[in-house]
């Protein structure tokens, strides 16, 4: 395939493999042997490698054969590194069962166990044969089906690069077979011995006539099958002699080499790369194919950084089918967003052609083709935009703070710059709403093809790591006070060089550029402490207690962190490399993507293996302590403690939110010495000290992100150096600016509604979950860390408690103190710390005393845990408090039953007295209790005060005069009722019974309402307190009770024998049954008669066949209740006499009735 030309020896290779020393060369075989080389094989070698072999003959009319041999024998690849590239996905794979499956290690097996057989090169034409390794029983190995034991491998090379590859398997790959790897491997390491001949046509042209004529027919006869209607094809078009190919000079040789005209590149199978990666995004966002296309994009990167042509070309195929993806369409035509997964991958295609463009080497013409597809790309309706959160039909409102945004919110890195004049690669947040165009993934990329290379200080910035002591004409800004040149350029576009340089295999030039990046960092850094300064000596406008200004003098709309192109990350990641010990892997094999996200998804609790750095002076510099590895946690620090406007967007944010825990991760893993630990000191006290320029300043924008998780890390990193600047740091983050009303607004902590409020004012913050979350963990650290410092543990507590408006989070902060205050593994205990968790916890239950939380009863409960731990003073506040910590409800429940019982008792180890005042500060909150809420706390105000018969008199009286006000209902009065009867006080019962029957109204049809029962019981309870009690109840009975079963049933119940009791005035109980005609059962009897004439006729007016027979049955339970009467007979004989003729119409259903009752 047509590609640019590349380097192909002089790679590091980042592969298991390679780094285990298996990958050999043929200059290293040469250098082992340390025999010099005859002049012969160093000329052939370069001729090799750069010299095309159609030139050479064209150059000369005779080469000598041992010349051609030489040549032809160096043309081959001499490094199995490159081998590796172009037969396995992924050459940062750690797994050892991944690493086992990549083609090249399966080839390497093949070749070792010696499968490779009948290797042949004529010329420029590679074949062998490649069987199947033979097991000790003559089978095949298992990781080699039936179709691989013998293939035939064809390979054709020219200037040390492979050019095509062919094998009769049926793999399908975008990269070779193992046999294609065996083959080769089997050349490198045994060139000497492979059969070496000329090209094909060197050979025929010492054969006469009678030779060829007898080569041509052996070949036809052996193969006349494949060759032989080929063969007629060419004889005849020979023959004629106006034809096409007697009209050409010559005949084509396979064996001689590619044409010296055409582009020669390493083979790549286009055709199989478009259909692969249309595989992947065919399976959706499932891992197996997220990353396999991230092992595309690392296979793309390692082909960069050897300077392989093939890179972009490959990444061209890749973007063609991304565009292709049927996805994109739904996606556009329903206005939705892409998914996570996908959206990172289109980040990552735009970020690398941004790499692309912007190759130092790369000359006008490839940038204009590059230039030319992304133009075409980007005009695509389906193509993605830059901003991940836009929607057509939201387009107005996501622009509404870009209609706010002045010349002072844009990045200041351009502030007092003269340099460079290049445009930078901006965002769609900083174009004016009147000129503003629609930003595909692909502008940043389209901006950096304006981007050049031959600014004449950026050359000496890439070329010299000296002072610029005798320059001649110095540029305003382009050097510092030392004399160490600056590269003042917008910091993401200078970032983006310094990726370039790094990706394309510049490293030396890339870390001069990322110092001086960090250099001008640093200094800007100065110059805005000093305006801050400046600005304060003249009055600036008043902050808040915790720095926020609704007027702020400066912010930063587009951050460093979260930016498309990950600034920061590359100049951390560009500096941090050059800083690994020797002998390590890579330092993307560390932080490869994939790799990260399966171990976190799939909860691997394998420890990750961190890099070892060691400093690494900066060349020229005369500080001895600025070290790569200093400058790069320098400029991670500046990065992550710049001043940034949350993005608009869910995307944006999640993404910012990943891009800064992918940073401080790295920061994790460097092990701190004292000079890095100056530098966090100096950055610390900058950050501090940088006012609205820095995230940990004062007068910043509302709107601010929050530095949490920054300033965890700083503060566990400083705290066992400087302990006063880590809670210096601590403290000034704790903030929450979208959440800040006013200046000392104790109000806006304790007030939910009034945060909802807040955060209408400004676009949604979709991460604000998140960002309490790494508000909470920061409080707890602190929290711990002051666990015995009397002093600082106040200052931290009031903090936490003034800025954390999460009740969730305050209630685990809470927990957190409490888990360290007492440990369960019985350690000592750190009372002042226990103190501060239940002040938290006050804190709690103050906040969710009005609002909904579904943890509200898991904080209760904790509550009463924690003040228990505490002592009875602790436990006696929450009690006299309950008003502003409980509902009624929560402190007459969980709150006294725990308190009250025998555990919380033996806890608190209490004595009689104290035991004492407990339990009448309980009573007291049940009458309390009871007061405010009788219906719900009733009878747990009874159950508080059984104990003092005055207590209980008047929570009994309570339950009273609540029911006379219809405070309570039926049902909860009967409840009441029954605990009553069931303490041994049947009268109080009763009473609360008789006022509970006046709530109750049960109409005729209600044969299963739920107060049947509570009915029941009180007719029971009536009956055994005796006659006149019963009597009085009976009123309210026929009055409310229409349901003819209903009262059938008390009928018959009241007519037997009262049942037994234990009462005091046993003695009035009826042993006799009462008469059914004397009162108060007659008036009940009638009653139930009347009920069951009323309900009869009501169930007539709308009765359907199908209920025939439920009336029939019920109407003999009504002939039972109508005979308990004297004249029942007659009633009844009335009732059907009346049924016969008032519904005559209903033949089918009088003809029973006349069947069953006459």
Not at 586 to 593: A, N
Not at 851 to 876: D, F, K, P, Q
Request: glycine residues 4%.
């Amino acid at each position: 395939m047509a590609a640019a030309p590349r380097l192909c020896c002089s790679r590091i290779g980042s592969n298991s493999l390679i780094n285990s020393g298996r990958l050999l060369s043929v200059d290293s075989k040469v250098d082992e042997k340390r025999c010099p080389e005859t002049l012969l094989d160093v000329c052939a070698k370069v001729v090799a490698f750069h010299i095309p072999f159609q030139r050479i003959e064209e150059r000369y009319d005779r080469i000598p054969e041992p010349v051609q041999k030489r040549i032809i024998y160096w043309s081959f690849p001499r490094n199995e590194r490159d081998i590796c590239m172009y037969s396995s996905l992924s050459s940062d794979s750690n797994s050892c069962s991944d690493y086992q499956k990549l083609p090249f290690y399966r080839g390497l097996r093949l070749y070792e166990s010696g499968c490779v057989e009948n290797v042949l090169q004529v010329g420029f034409h590679l074949s062998g044969i490649v069987a199947a390794p033979k097991t000790s029983n003559n089978n095949t190995h298992p990781n080699f089906s039936e179709n691989d034991k013998r293939c035939r491998v064809s390979i054709t090379f020219d200037r040390c690069k492979i050019t095509s590859v062919t094998c009769t398997c049926d793999t399908k790959d975008i990269f070779w077979c193992q046999h294609v790897v065996a083959l080769a491997l089997y050349r490198i390491r045994n060139a000497d011995s492979v059969r070496l001949r000329v090209p094909i046509s060197e050979t025929l042209l010492q054969l006469d006539r009678q030779q060829l004529q007898k080569l041509v027919q052996y070949l036809i006869a052996e193969h006349h099958t494949e060759v032989l209607p080929t063969a007629q094809r060419l004889a005849d078009d020979i023959l004629q002699t106006k034809s096409l190919i007697n009209r050409i000079a010559g005949a084509p040789d396979p064996t001689a080499g590619a044409p010296a005209d055409e582009e020669h590149s390493w083979h790549l199978d286009e055709e199989q790369v478009g259909e692969q990666v249309r595989t992947y995004l065919s399976q959706g966002s499932y891992y197996s194919a997220n990353k396999q296309l991230n092992c595309l994009f690392s296979k793309v990167k390692e082909m960069l950084r050897a300077k392989d042509s093939n890179g972009g070309r490959m990444l061209r195929l890749i973007t063609e089918q991304f565009l292709a993806d049927p996805r994109l369409v739904i996606w556009h035509s329903q206005g939705t967003p892409m998914t996570d997964k996908c959206r990172q991958l289109w980040d990552q295609l735009g970020a690398l052609w941004v790499c692309i463009v912007l190759n130092p080497h790369c000359t006008a013409a490839e940038r204009a083709h590059w230039k030319t597809y992304l133009e075409k790309w980007a005009s695509m309706h389906v193509c993605p935009l830059e901003d991940a959160d836009f929607r057509p039909m939201r387009g107005n409102n996501n622009s509404r703070r870009r209609l706010l945004v002045d010349d002072t919110s844009s990045d200041s890195s351009d502030e007092d710059n003269d340099r460079p004049k290049e445009r930078s690669l901006s965002s769609s947040g900083h174009h004016r709403p009147g000129t503003s165009q629609l930003r595909t993934i692909f502008h940043r990329a389209l901006e950096a093809c304006n981007l050049c290379w031959n600014d004449p200080h950026l050359k000496f910035i890439l070329n010299n790591d000296s002072l610029n002591l005798n320059s001649e004409t110095p540029v305003k800004g382009a050097f510092n006070s030392q004399g160490y040149p600056l590269w003042p350029e917008h910091i993401p576009t200078a970032c983006a060089r310094v990726e370039a340089l790094r990706s394309h295999g510049y490293q030396p030039e890339a870390l001069r550029l990322a110092v001086a990046i960090v250099r001008t960092m640093k200094r800007q850094q100065r110059d805005w402490q000093c305006r801050w300064q400046a600005e304060q000596d003249r009055g600036v406008a008043p902050c808040s207690s915790s720095g926020i200004t609704s007027n702020p003098l400066h912010y930063n709309q587009e951050g460093w962190i979260g930016h498309p192109l990950d600034p920061i990350g590359a100049l951390f990641d560009t500096l941090a490399e050059s800083s690994l010990i020797p002998e390590t892997k890579s330092f993307d094999q560390y932080y490869d993507t994939s790799v990260i996200s399966s171990s976190n998804d799939e909860g691997n609790l394998t420890p990750r293996e961190r890099p070892r750095y060691h400093h690494v002076p900066v060349p020229g510099s005369r500080d001895r302590s600025e070290t790569f590895l200093s400058l790069a946690v320098e400029a991670a620090l500046i990065g992550l403690g710049q001043q940034r406007v949350m993005p608009l967007g869910l995307y944006a944010q999640e993404k910012a939110c990943k891009h800064e825990d992918r940073l401080i991760q790295k920061l994790h893993d460097i092990e701190l010495d004292g000079t890095l630990v100056a530098v966090l000191r100096k950055q610390a006290m900058l950050l501090l000290e940088g006012g609205p320029f820095s995230g940990l300043g004062c007068g910043i924008h509302p709107e601010s992100v929050p530095m949490h998780t920054f300033a965890k890390y700083l503060f566990t990193a400083l705290l066992p150096y400087d302990s006063e600047l880590a809670y210096s740091v601590g403290l000034r983050a704790m903030r929450l600016p979208i959440l800040e009303e006013h200046d000392d607004n104790e109000e806006v902590a304790i007030n939910p509604a009034m945060n909802s409020s807040v955060l209408t004012r400004y676009p949604r913050w979709f991460t604000l979950g998140h960002i309490e979350v790494q508000q909470c963990a920061l409080a707890s650290t602190m929290l711990s860390a002051a666990k015995s410092d009397v002093v600082k543990l106040p200052t931290v507590l009031k903090s936490a408690q003034r800025n954390i408006h999460s009740s969730s989070q305050l209630f685990k902060l809470a927990q957190d103190a409490f888990r360290i205050a007492v440990p369960a593994d019985g350690g000592s205990r750190h009372p002042t710390l226990l103190d501060a968790a239940f002040q938290l916890g006050l804190q709690v239950m103050r906040m969710t005393l009005a609002s909904l939380n579904w943890r509200r009863r898991e904080m209760v409960r904790w509550l009463v845990t924690c003040a228990t731990e505490l002592g009875l003073e602790a436990v006696i506040s929450i009690i006299q408090n309950w008003y502003q910590l409980f509902s009624p409800t929560e402190a007459t429940g969980p709150v006294a039953t725990t308190v009250m019982s025998h555990a919380t008792v033996m806890r608190l180890n209490l004595d009689f007295r104290q035991q004492e005042e407990l339990a009448s500060c309980a009573r007291t909150l049940a009458l309390q209790c009871a007061t405010k809420d009788p219906p719900n706390c009733a009878l747990n105000a009874l159950t508080l005060c059984e104990s003092d018969s005055f207590a209980f008199e008047a929570a009994y009286q309570i339950v009273v005069d609540a029911a006379t006000t219809n405070v309570m209902t039926s049902s909860q009065l009967f409840t009441v009722a029954r605990y009553m009867e069931h303490r041994g006080y049947p009268h109080r019962a009763y009473k609360l019974a008789v006022l509970a029957m006046k709530g109750v109204h049960l109409a005729y049809n209600q044969d299963n309402h739920p107060a049947i029962n509570d009915i029941h019981w009180a007719c029971a309870l009536s009956h055994s307190l005796g006659k006149p009690e019963l009597t009085n109840l009976v009123p309210l009975l026929v009055k409310n009770v229409q349901c003819a079963t209903v009262l059938s049933d008390i009928l018959r119940r009241c007519s037997m024998a009262a049942p037994g009791i234990a009462t005091l005035d046993a003695k009035r109980r009826c042993i006799k049954p009462l008469s059914l005609d004397k009162p108060p059962l007659r008036q009940l009897l009638e009653a139930a008669i009347s009920a069951y004439v009323n309900t009869t006729h009501s169930r007539l007016t709308h009765i359907s066949p199908r209920h025939y027979g439920d009336f029939i049955e019920f109407l003999g339970k009504a002939r039972e209740t109508f005979l308990l009467a004297q004249d029942g007979h007659i009633q009844f004989a009335q009732l059907v006499d009346n049924m016969k003729s008032a519904y005559k119409g209903k033949k089918k259903l009088m003809l029973l009735v006349k069947e069953r009752f006459g």
